[in-house]
């Protein structure tokens, strides 16, 4: 039934399902990803504060990935989706008069309910009603494929803002000027993200509303549909596997920076290695998706991880500075191709395992109230060791933190390839 469903599906759904995806992470996460120390300038900020700034969100986040989870499995995805952009637009105005700290913690708070709770489960289940019993890899590959091409889009126009609002050379403005120019950037990223909460709204009426109806209808946060999930060994397996790829998914935070501090970029320049690189994931999505639908999903995993593991000791042993550019841009550019690789496919996996379509919003919940956990504690970990060593060294020993998580979740997935094989 699910796959006869699959095949009436249009086109323009997995499309506003990609825009809508990253749309509403732009403003917590992409920004600051890609104007680091302009953010950091901007804020009067160290990295440990934005850490911690991280750490509010990743604690709301926590508890709405558990509760939402359920919320998705009982309504419907487009009401939930589009109330969670509309909010998150309202809080990026709020950015955008700079408030100070305690109240930069509040916000990033409010952004761990608005993305978390109202967003994320919803976001991937009906991805998962989309790609059918056979199509998974290429429906999560799309979304997050098209998500690295809607952050690289966003990243790129951002830059063109911040640009047109810089009279002179970058490096010849004061802070005020940059605080100004930044300024802007927040607000037609707001105005933008809003837009795009209207039309989910008022364009997302899923087909796939009807199938879900004709299942048998859940009960927020019933003990049985935990119990269904926690009996499947995949669900603990992916907590781990998603949290230990999601730390290596928040280290690309820190390419920006590298490029300024260690290769000699200025802003500008360093914001566009940011950027660039956002195009490389839709372009790993697609590929690894089709892949992973001739393979297995947790096959590609564990080449993600290898990947990352063999990127992250490069950087860690210190070889790449200003004069081994060459280097630089492979290392950084296999290491996306690794932690996209990984990203891509977490949830792909669900099929792969055999979970019930009817308890996915709760599985999902319940694996990445430990999965996410790094939205907790990776900005602070990073911090520290920034802070405490500027410069080169603080971010060898970030990239060496980097590569003992990866380690871990190269074990895991090795161990999620085998278990699938078994049940195949």
């Not at 971010?395 to 078994?422: D, E, I």
Request: contains cysteine; positive net charge.
């Amino acid at each position: 039934m699910l796959q006869q469903e699959n095949k009436r599906q249009p086109l323009y759904v997995i499309l506003l399902l990609i825009l809508a995806a990253e749309a509403v992470f732009i403003l917590p996460f992409v920004l600051q990803r890609i104007f680091r120390t302009t953010f950091l300038e901007s804020f009067s900020i160290t990295d440990t504060e934005l850490g911690s700034c991280f750490a509010a969100y990743g604690s709301v986040a926590l508890v709405s990935y558990l509760l939402g989870g359920p919320l998705a499995d009982k309504f419907k995805p487009h009401i939930l989706m589009s109330a969670a952009l509309v909010l998150t637009a309202f809080g990026g105005f709020y950015l955008a008069t700079y408030p100070n700290l305690y109240m930069l913690h509040v916000l990033y708070g409010f952004w761990g309910f608005t993305t978390i709770f109202l967003f994320w489960a919803a976001m991937i289940k009906a991805t998962r009603i989309w790609g059918g019993t056979n199509k998974q890899g290429i429906a999560f590959g799309f979304l997050d494929g098209g998500r690295g091409l809607v952050a690289a889009l966003f990243g790129s126009v951002g830059v063109i803002i911040f640009s047109l609002f810089i009279t002179k050379e970058v490096e010849l403005t004061s802070i005020a000027e940059r605080r100004l120019a930044f300024k802007e950037v927040i607000t037609y990223t707001s105005i933008a993200v809003m837009c795009i909460g209207f039309m989910v709204f008022f364009l997302l009426k899923f087909s796939e509303t009807a199938l879900i109806e004709t299942e048998k209808p859940s009960k927020l946060l019933t003990i049985e549909n935990f119990k269904i999930v926690m009996k499947y060994r995949a669900v603990w397996l992916l907590m781990i596997i998603i949290l230990c790829a999601y730390y290596g998914y928040k280290m690309t935070d820190l390419f920006s920076k590298y490029a300024e501090q260690v290769m000699g970029y200025n802003k500008i320049e360093a914001a566009k290695v940011g950027t660039t690189l956002l195009y490389i994931r839709p372009i790993v999505g697609v590929v690894i998706g089709l892949l992973a639908d001739r393979t297995k999903a947790s096959l590609w995993i564990v080449i993600g991880f290898f990947l990352m593991t063999i990127t992250s000791l490069i950087f860690y042993l210190g070889i790449i500075d200003n004069s081994t550019t060459l280097l630089f841009v492979l290392s950084i550019g296999t290491m996306a191709l690794g932690v996209y690789s990984a990203r891509v496919l977490y949830f792909a996996t669900l099929e792969e395992a055999k979970i019930p379509l009817t308890v996915t919003g709760t599985a999902v919940g319940f694996i990445s109230v430990v999965g996410y956990t790094p939205d907790i504690f990776a900005g602070l970990v990073m911090g520290y060791f920034l802070d405490a060593n500027k410069g080169a060294i603080g971010l060898q020993h970030a990239f060496g933190v980097m590569g003992l998580f990866t380690l871990v979740g190269l074990v895991a997935s090795l161990l999620l390839y085998k278990h699938s094989k078994n049940k195949a």
